[in-house]
Structures are given as C-alpha cells and as structure tokens.
C-alpha cells in the first residue's frame, strides 16, 4: 500500500482534501512502521511540527519521526 501510494521513507506522507467547504475533510496516509490512515475533520494539509517517538528495531532508545499535526495529536492525547 506505501509503495503503490508513492510514500517515501518512515515519517512521509500523503493527503487529499475534500472540495466541499461545508465539509472540510483532510485523509493522510503516514508511513510508520506501516501505513497508517488518518481522516481528520480538524487539521489541514500542513505538516506543522508533528513527531512521534518511536522504538526502531536493532537501536537503543527510542527515535523522532516526522509526522502530520494528526497522527501526532493521536500519538499524544492516545498513546502518552
């Protein structure tokens, strides 16, 4: 799905908007540790400075990763 979808490296990520201003609706699609799928009624297009931490196999600690606003407002109000 990443692949077919032209995502590039961990932290990247596509999105599409709606056209209907009554229903302003933005999807991202953010390469993780796999793709993960996100509709948000509240965040734009914009990357802003979203992040997740995130444990990466064979390394010690935990890395940053580039995220959109969404995925890592989930991050911090879901995950801790």
Known sequence: MIQEAGI???GSFVF???ID???PLTQFLWHNSGSALFLSSTHDSEPGPGFVHANEVG???RTTVPAPKTA???NHFMCG
């Open 8 to 10: 590039g490296p961990k």
């Open 72 to 74: 890592a407002g989930y």
């Open 16 to 18: 599409a908007q709606s």
């Open 59 to 61: 390394q010690s600690g």
């Open 21 to 23: 201003l009554k229903v």
